[in-house]
């Protein structure tokens, strides 16, 4: 009595032991891929519902941090930005200059966008007196390309990224101008010096 494999000829056992294997591998990606749909079912999302539903009818693939750099870079090539009173205000009162927002700009990450107020949160160092220090720039962007430099500061906590409602409340008043006043040397109520400075 002869073996199957002996009858069947060679190529028709091979097609078959292929079939069998391109099956198997079958089976095994979609068990895996339904393993993957159900553990992202059940993973917290990174957005909360809230702020989906806020973002609803917003094309948020314009808004993607590669597209910000790029569209940042051109934009400072160019020359098409503005630096608004805002940001001219905290760089005199916290020590930074102009070039060193435009620096920021240039080798700087886009930590942040913020689709709804078309801004994003550009986070890069100047330095000051040999001592690097961390700058955070608001940026607003228009269609035609041209950039609105809304703000520019040193951050508290640098590696924190600002949320909405935070950059709503410190952009509140963009208009106002950071004020300041040069304290005299004199004698203060309640002080007995001789309105010198020690």
């Known amino acids: 009595m002869t073996s199957p494999s002996s009858t069947m000829p060679l190529k028709v056992l091979q097609s078959l032991r292929s079939e069998l294997a391109r099956a198997e591998k079958r089976e095994r990606r979609d068990r895996r891929e339904a393993q993957a749909q159900a553990a992202a079912k059940d993973r917290p999302k990174a957005v909360k519902p809230q702020r989906e539903k806020e973002l609803e009818g917003i ?106 409602q935070r950059l709503a409340v410190m952009l509140r008043y963009d208009d106002e101008k950071i004020q300041a006043r040069t304290a005299v040397a004199g004698n203060r109520v309640g002080h007995r010096s001789k309105g010198r400075w020690r």
């Open 59 to 164: 094309d948020l693939n314009a808004h993607s941090l590669a597209r910000a750099h790029e569209r940042l870079r051109d934009a400072v090539l160019f020359s098409r930005f503005d630096v608004k009173p805002h940001a001219v205000g905290h760089a005199r009162a916290e020590g930074f200059l102009e070039h060193d927002i435009i620096d920021v700009l240039m080798r700087g990450r886009v930590r942040a966008v913020y689709p709804e107020e078309r801004r994003w949160l550009v986070c890069g160092y100047f330095e000051a007196c040999r001592v690097r220090l961390p700058l955070h720039v608001v940026v607003e962007h228009h269609a035609d390309g041209w950039l609105d430099i809304v703000t520019a500061f040193v951050p508290k906590n640098p590696h924190h990224i600002i949320s909405r």
